[in-house]
């Protein structure tokens, strides 16, 4: 939506909710931009190809990719966590996002045209925390892919940064959208005193896409109302 509001085309790329898909990319529309929707496994090779295929016929080759699709840490202790668990998440919070970057890249050419690829990382690619260990691991994993892939492609003229968010209201966590007690017991420990709103993550997420951060890559910009600022607290 709030690049909708720039009167963008935005491809949104989903898993397996068609519907949803649809109805984000009426949102993009009722912003005031153009949309489309295409079916996209990220840890899957063929299904990305497929899917920018199907974008760059219909529009021709990007110029943003936002990196978004993640699962979240399992919760799941290093000593008792199972193979496929590590292996699903690095495959979706790493993996894919090498494959989508790849393919942007490619997709590109070797055009020396400004371009844009933001990642949605985490605070927990530094901070980690028990339970954590497939999250971390991959977030953690995706700074250096970040990192690597500015070095690589600024001579190209394509930008490459980090949104790093901490206590952000998204499905990703339910429990603290709808429950208050539960939410605010957190927000305790946020020096603004509130978890963040994902239009906010937005509109870092614009502004790093556009002329006007035209001088920022291999950046990680972390958004998260001072949380990491106190992890040596006890110290």
């Not at 984000?24 to 899957?44: I, K, L, N, P, Q």
């Not at 919070?93 to 020396?112: E, P, W």
């Not at 250096?144 to 209201?169: D, K, W």
Request: proline share 3%; aromatic share 6%; with cysteine.
């Amino acid at each position: 939506m709030a690049f909708g509001a720039e009167r963008d085309r935005v491809a949104i790329c989903y898993h397996r909710d068609a519907v949803a898909a649809e109805l984000s990319a009426a949102a993009v529309r009722a912003a005031g931009g153009e949309a489309m929707t295409a079916e996209a496994h990220v840890d899957e090779e063929a299904s990305i190809d497929a899917a920018f295929a199907a974008i760059e016929q219909a529009w021709g080759p990007g110029d943003v990719l936002v990196n978004s699709a993640g699962l979240n840490m399992s919760g799941i202790m290093v000593r008792d966590m199972g193979l496929a668990q590590w292996q699903r998440l690095i495959g979706t919070d790493l993996t894919g996002a090498f494959l989508t970057s790849r393919r942007f890249l490619t997709g590109r050419g070797d055009a020396l045209r400004p371009g844009s690829i933001l990642h949605i990382s985490s605070i927990h690619a530094y901070a980690v925390r028990a339970g954590g260990a497939d999250y971390c691991a991959a977030k953690g994993g995706l700074t250096n892919l970040i990192e690597t892939l500015a070095i690589e492609e600024a001579p190209r003229c394509i930008r490459v940064n980090a949104i790093e968010p901490g206590m952000i209201l998204t499905p990703m966590n339910a429990r603290a959208e709808t429950d208050a007690a539960y939410r605010h017991a957190l927000e305790r420990h946020i020096p603004l005193g509130r978890a963040g709103d994902a239009s906010e993550v937005a509109d870092l997420a614009v502004f790093l896409a556009s002329d006007k951060a035209r001088y920022i890559t291999g950046a990680r910009i972390v958004i998260d109302g001072g949380l990491s600022l106190l992890q040596a607290l006890g110290a």
